[in-house]
């Protein structure tokens, strides 16, 4: 998003055998291999290797001593984000990501860890990362694809005779269906919720309530629990080619953070099994947009049980803020060290949309006050207030049918699901 607003140049590096680049950090010893090995002796090591569990670490601590040499600091609020004056350096184990205004900024960046004996391989600008399909398109936005791992979770599910369908889920609530008929066992149920949550975490947040219900019930599936897999599946089969389109605003003065936040207050109440507690659980559901675009997501079940809307929709608040301040935090980062522009002042300002009244009236309340009927729980959710800054935090409220995040926390109509659909992921 970012390298959008800045016309930023990328490029991708990963680190050849990189846990073994790194010193250990304590005497660890090994037995001789077979054929080489010789009585009363055995190996001590120098570098780390694969399969030591002190291993990632110490190849992270090495590679983050080598970018301080070059002049990154790390993120506070993501200790995986370095930034210099010059370049953003994102890093996921032993793969790199590398921003910059030019093509030499990056090049003086290899240069200098190459020259610190890192051993790399360059490879061209970001055009997948981890299974994500970069797609720049013409008109200056990105869409992140993953056909590739569709088409596996289409082959698991087994469903190529299957006709596609509008929407990921039946109308209703996925229950634990105690009395149904035991699963049918073609397709292995955890590996498919596995890569479907990989999926939608990563470009698809569409199907993330889908995929929440789902994977309540990974230990213990019934056939209808397969069945709403398959009908996932369904979905997929007519959006395969779909991905999230990311298009920021134009930057102006103005850095802008909205934060869309819903809950659904007990919504398996009257469907559920009455003696299983998660029954009156109810589930939050939030999206964070950067300028724009959706950069984080959730549908969940909350921890504790509300008891009023008005609850579960401050305690949705709460887990939403929880998720949105280290990201600002982040999005400061780079601002301070890297520059978010060259010759004009930016101001920050982030908006969370509320359509509860309630939670509203509630969390615009000062720091350490509630009202009588919050006073139970409001004692720990309350922190966020003293967030809540002028022209830097703001909660406002937001008509329902206008809220984002609505499709993270119950089965929408065929209309509304796709409408929504349409303002979170921009198709």
Partial sequence: MMSILLGLETRQVDYVAAFVQ???DMDVYVEMPRGFSQKGKVLKLKK?????????RNYFNHLSSKLNQLGFTASDADPCLFVSDKCICLVYVDDTLLYARSQKDLDDVVKGLRDLNMDLEEESDVAGFLGVLVDRRPDGSIVLLQEGLIARIIEALQITHLHPKRTPYRQGVLTADLDGDPPNGTFNFASVVGMLGYLQANSRPDLSFAVAQC???THSPKRSHEEALERIGQYLKSTSNKGLILKPTPLVNTFNTDIYVDADFAGGWGYEDPSDPACVKSRTGFVIKIMGCPIQW????????????????????????????????????????FGITQNALVSFKTTVHEDNKGALTLAQLEPGRQT?????????MHWFRSWLKPNEIEIQYIESKRQKADMFTKALPTAVFEENRKLSCGW
């Avoid at 780390?48 to 990632?56: D, F, I, N, T």
């Avoid at 049980?305 to 999005?331: G, N």
Wanted: glycine share 2%.
């Fill in 372 to 380: 009588p009927r919050s006073t139970f729980y409001a004692i720990k």
């Fill in 22 to 24: 790194a010193d250990i």
């Fill in 48 to 56: 780390s290797l694969y399969g030591l569990k002190q291993s990632p």
């Fill in 298 to 337: 959730l549908s969940k079940l909350q921890p504790n049980i509300a008891t009023s809307t008005m609850e579960a929709e401050y305690t949705a608040l709460s887990i939403a803020l929880r998720a949105a301040i280290p990201l600002i935090h982040v999005i400061k980062f780079v601002n301070a060290d």
């Fill in 215 to 217: 994977a309540r019930f």
